[in-house]
């Protein structure tokens, strides 16, 4: 498809559990970022990648969020022994490289997964 | 101060009402500029960059002041459809990636 694809759409676990969730950026896209939105809540930035470069990981809340980015495509974000804060719907955005320019390069959003934790 | 900030509103305006949004961002370094919309449980989409002499697209202006640090967003002629949480966003400084985002205006247009 032509824009970002999240899967799964929600995802419903018990506390304790690991869960995946799946970022597919659109084509040609070298930067990619993972968000987390509370209810009622702004964006909460977590993880930004860009292109080989090492990955800016200062937004992730603990040592049980982490994330992947392989071949500088699909990327997935990996909550282990989640936690019912942890509950929060996860967005991926990408969007051209920016770096150089004097303008960041507008993201472009997925649909997000809404994770439940009982 | 807070990095970026909105107004939370809510803002309940009448179909055909003129409407302004102001946003105040604390890093003076920062350089690029966004409003987002954000329908009711959707994801965020970008609605208008907003560039230094000020830009228009259709009924929706954008303003930036640099010295206040301060971006505007103005809705004419409102419609249902405009209906929806408005979203400034920042990047964090000259050079980065990061961007920041605003809690957001909820508007709600009404018949």
């Known amino acids: 498809g032509a824009g970002v694809s999240q899967s799964p759409s929600n995802k419903v676990t018990e506390k304790g559990k690991d869960v995946e969730l799946r970022c597919d950026p659109i084509?040609?896209?070298?930067?990619l970022y993972w968000y987390r939105q509370s209810l009622g809540q702004g964006l909460e930035f977590l993880i930004y990648?860009?292109?080989?470069?090492?990955?800016?990981k200062s937004g992730l809340p603990s040592d049980r969020f982490s994330a992947e980015r392989t071949g500088g495509s699909v990327s997935t974000l990996t909550i282990q022994r989640t936690q019912q804060e942890d509950s929060a719907v996860y967005l991926c955005?990408?969007?051209?490289?920016?770096?150089?320019?004097?303008?960041?390069?507008?993201?472009?959003f997925g649909d997000g997964t809404r994770l439940s934790i009982l | 101060r807070k990095e970026v900030e909105q107004d939370p509103g809510p803002f309940n305006v009448p179909e055909g009402a003129t409407v302004a949004f102001n946003c105040t961002y604390s890093n003076s370094a920062s350089q690029s500029f966004f409003w987002y919309r954000q329908d009711c449980r959707k994801e965020p989409k970008l609605l208008m960059s907003v560039y230094s002499s000020g830009n228009e697209d259709g009924r929706f202006t954008a303003q930036l002041n640099r010295a206040s640090q301060y971006i505007s967003l103005l809705i004419r002629d409102s419609k249902l459809s405009d209906s929806a949480t408005y979203l400034c966003?920042?990047?964090?400084?000259?050079?980065?990636?990061?961007?920041?985002f605003g809690k957001g205006t909820k508007l709600t247009v009404n018949p």
């Open positions: 966003v920042v990047n964090k400084m000259s050079g980065s990636e990061k961007l920041v």
């Open positions: 955005a990408s969007s051209l490289d920016g770096r150089g320019r004097n303008s960041n390069q507008p993201q472009h």
């Open positions: 990648f860009q292109g080989n470069s090492a990955p800016d």
């Open positions: 084509s040609g896209h070298t930067a």
